[in-house]
């Protein structure tokens, strides 16, 4: 389905919810939807939003990746309070886990 909303003051965008996005406005439960004191055409607007949001900042395939900090963490997932920027890496094949160790 395409949606339009207002975006940056008077100008209007239609969007298509990705599948996935659009499944969890279409399958939230009623319920759920009450916990978090939203309607279901909040929860649209909210995921339209960040949709949007995302085209605009996200890096594109084949542009350079943002700079960020990291800690670096040990072999059992510790905290090692080393850091690690990734620009320091620059052409260096490495591989990044992004996760929760909790």
């Not at 406005?25 to 759920?32: G, I, L, P, R």
């Not at 890096?59 to 059992?76: H, N, R």
Request: proline share 4%; no cysteine.
């Amino acid at each position: 389905m395409k949606y339009k909303i207002k975006v940056k003051g008077s100008q209007i965008m239609s969007i298509k919810l990705p599948e996935k996005f659009e499944k969890i406005v279409t399958n939230s439960k009623q319920e759920w939807l009450d916990t978090r004191g939203m309607t279901r055409d909040e929860l649209r607007t909210l995921i339209e939003g960040r949709v949007i949001r995302d085209q605009e900042v996200s890096p594109k395939v084949g542009e350079d990746a943002p700079d960020f900090e990291v800690e670096i963490l040990d072999t059992q997932g510790k905290r090692t309070e080393k850091m690690m920027k990734l620009s320091s890496q620059f052409g260096v094949p490495i591989g990044l886990v992004f996760g929760s160790y909790t």
